[in-house]
Structure formats: structure tokens, C-alpha cells
């Protein structure tokens, strides 16, 4: 029995990050791309949001059509049939998202509102449960955090729902972009 080894990639972390040393640069690159991306998003944050949208609706019909390939490989038919109308289900939504990505950004933006608020206090709930000595005050704040952002874009909907979206998407972009800085300085410090 003669065994093979596969060489084509790093096989430890250290080995991963040597490899990355020499491509700081591009890291460094992309991340100031990433950040350039979240400002523009930031100032024309109504374009944004229905750029969200048309990812958002593309994300659904890619998912609807293999949920649907998916139906047909089925062992039996209740499964087929319960394939079929999800990836149906997706396929419809990424068809509204987009065709109409402003109302779709009316729902998205409301179901964003209330997953904020009942996130916050299900982590205000779950930090009530933690042992003394952890930090369950930081998980109250962050859960506080939430239901307050929450319950603002809700009590501002619908006219929230031509910023709200464009907003999430700049300022991750921007936290997306200074961490891909940030690990490409510290593969250039450590060349």
C-alpha cells in the first residue's frame, strides 16, 4: 500500500500564515476597497440599500433554483413536494427583491427591526443565567444595544426602510475592510 501525501496547501495555521506574509499588500489592498466601498455606501446609503436588496434577491433565486434541483432528488414525494414550494417560496422573493427593491427593502427592514429586538432580549435573558465572574454585563449592554437599535428602525418604519439597509452594509464593509488591514500590518510586521 503506497500512501499520498497532499501538498497543495499549508497543513498547519503557521504554515497558512507564512504563505500569507509575501500578499500582505493585496490583503492591505482589499481591505482598503472594502473600507472605500462602506464610506461610498455610507454617503449614498438610499443607492445602498437597493443594492442590498438585489443581493438579497439574487442570494434567494440561487438558493430557490437548488432547493428545486434539489426536490428532485427526493427519496419519495412528500419530500419532493415540500422541496418544490420552498425553493418556489425563494425563488418568488428573489423575484419581488428584485423587481421591486424598495418594498422589498419595506419588509426586510421590518423584519430586521424586530430580529434586532427579540435578539436583544434573548441575550438580555441569557445574560441574566451566566456565573458571576463572567462578563455578563458587556452581554446586557450588547442586548440593550439591540432592542434600543430595534425598536428605533421599527418606530421609524417605513421611512427607515430607504437608509436602514444601505447603513448595516457601509459600516460592515468599513469593520470588513479594517480587519483585512489590520491582519495584512501585522503579516508585514511579521515577515
Not at 23 to 46: H, M, Y
Not at 61 to 69: D, K, N, R, S
Not at 98 to 126: D, E, H, K, S
Not at 164 to 187: C, E, K, N, R, T
Amino acid at each position: 500500500m503506497s500512501t499520498t501525501t497532499d501538498s497543495s496547501g499549508p497543513h498547519s495555521l503557521g504554515e497558512g500564515i507564512r504563505a500569507l506574509r509575501p500578499r500582505w499588500g493585496w490583503i492591505v489592498a482589499l481591505g482598503v476597497i472594502s473600507v472605500i466601498a462602506g464610506v461610498i455606501a455610507l454617503a449614498s446609503d438610499v443607492f445602498a440599500t437597493a443594492t442590498a436588496v438585489y443581493v438579497i434577491g439574487f442570494m434567494m433565486l440561487f438558493t430557490g433554483a437548488t432547493e428545486i434541483v434539489a426536490a428532485f432528488n427526493a427519496k419519495d414525494w412528500s419530500h419532493r413536494i415540500l422541496w418544490l414550494l420552498l425553493g418556489a417560496l425563494y425563488v418568488f422573493a428573489g423575484i419581488i427583491c428584485l423587481q421591486n427593491p424598495f418594498a422589498a427593502a419595506t419588509i426586510l427592514t421590518l423584519l430586521l427591526g424586530f430580529a434586532l429586538i427579540i435578539g436583544g432580549l434573548v441575550r438580555i435573558f441569557l445574560a441574566t443565567r451566566m456565573r458571576q465572574g463572567t462578563p455578563w454585563g458587556w452581554v446586557v449592554f450588547s442586548g440593550l444595544i439591540s432592542v434600543l437599535l430595534g425598536i428605533i428602525i421599527v418606530a421609524h418604519w417605513p421611512v427607515s426602510s430607504f437608509f436602514v439597509l444601505g447603513i448595516f452594509l457601509g459600516v460592515d464593509l468599513i469593520f470588513i475592510g479594517s480587519g483585512w488591514i489590520a491582519v495584512g500590518m501585522a503579516l508585514k510586521r511579521h515577515r
